[in-house]
């Protein structure tokens, strides 16, 4: 019989973490299409391409926010897949905002972007922690033994 590997505070803290990162994503996304049947956006003089805008913003932040819930669930249930998937949801949502930056050019930068890839970069380093990667790299391990001796990993893996 096999179990999951006991999970500690901190890797419960971190997958916590990314359900907040992932239910704030989708809030955002909620806040902006109800913003574009508000009366302040639909009255401006250019009302039709910012109630595209703000759908297409939806959808990209939406898509982010459902991956990172399904990389979640595979986290809760102590599987590799959900760490990789939602380490490349954080370092791909970094990427898309210095892509961003360096596009609008350096000159420009104004404190929010800082600010914003200050914010993004927090997952990421959270999943890189050592106790953090250390726990989803042995998937699973045997039940402890009668004598209450530590499990040991089904499978060897090359460190």
Same mark, same amino acid.
């Given at each position: ?5 006991k999970?500690?505070?901190?890797v419960t803290g ?6 907040v990162?992932?239910l ?5 996304s909620v ?7 508000t009366?302040?956006? %639909?009255?401006g003089?250019?009302a039709t ?7 297409? =913003? =939806?959808?990209?932040v939406?898509?982010?926010?459902v991956?990172?819930l ?6 809760w ?8 998937? =939602? %380490?490349?949801?954080?370092? =791909? ?5 210095? +892509? ?6 350096w000159?420009y ?6 600010i ?7 997952p990421?380093? %959270?999943?890189?922690? @050592?106790?953090?990667?250390?726990f +989803?790299r042995?998937?699973?391990?045997? &039940?402890p033994?009668p004598?209450?001796?530590? @499990?040991? @990993?089904?499978? &060897?893996?090359?460190?």
């Open positions: 019989m096999t179990v999951p590997a999970r500690s505070t901190l971190v997958v916590l973490f990314q359900i990162v992932a704030g994503l989708l809030a955002i806040f902006l299409v109800w913003l574009t049947g009366q302040e956006t %639909l009255k003089s250019d391409e910012a109630v595209a805008g703000m759908k297409v =913003a =939806a959808v990209v939406t898509i982010p926010a991956v990172l399904i990389a979640v669930f595979g986290m249930k102590c599987r590799p897949w959900g760490w990789w998937l =939602a %380490l490349a949801t954080g370092l =791909a949502m970094v990427g898309m905002l210095l +892509y961003s930056t360096m596009d609008e050019g000159r930068i104004e404190r929010d972007d800082i914003g890839m200050a914010i993004c970069v927090i990421p380093i %959270l999943l890189l922690l @050592p106790k953090v990667r250390k +989803y042995t998937e699973l391990r045997a &039940a033994g004598d209450g001796s530590d @499990p040991k @990993p089904l499978t &060897a893996r090359n460190s």
